[in-house]
Nanobody
């Protein structure tokens, strides 16, 4: 079993920056892909950034050039640096880690609990 904990959300003025962190803990797993999603009230959860095992990245169009995803495999962590924030970025942000569980060889995805980002003008 893998536990995922996010941190770093909060209240920020438009144009400002925040850095979200996501750390996995548990036993006998290997991180594969790491993703960040966001979800507003009554909306579907949408992936905004993903980083692969070899560092390849992909971004949703609305965050391209403003958000940067990174990973630190030694810490089992993923980060989302968010710059030039605007009101449309206000959402709950979730980390999802895709892992290979060493004992079974199975691939599973684990979600964090979410962290709120609120951008005000």
């Amino acid at each position: 079993q893998v536990q995922v904990v996010e941190s770093g959300g909060g209240l920020v003025q438009a144009g400002g920056s925040l850095r979200l962190s996501c750390v996995a803990s548990g036993r006998n797993f290997r991180l594969i892909d790491m993703s960040w999603y966001r979800q507003g009230p009554d909306q579907d959860r949408k992936e905004v950034a993903r980083i692969g095992l070899r560092g390849q990245v992909i971004y949703e169009d609305s965050v391209e050039g403003r958000f940067t995803i990174s990973r630190d495999d030694a810490k089992n962590a993923s980060y989302l640096q968010m710059n030039s924030l605007n009101a449309e970025d206000t959402d709950t942000y979730y980390c999802k880690l895709h892992v290979c569980e060493s004992d079974s060889g199975r691939y599973n995805g684990y979600w964090g609990q979410g962290t709120q980002v609120t951008v005000f003008s």
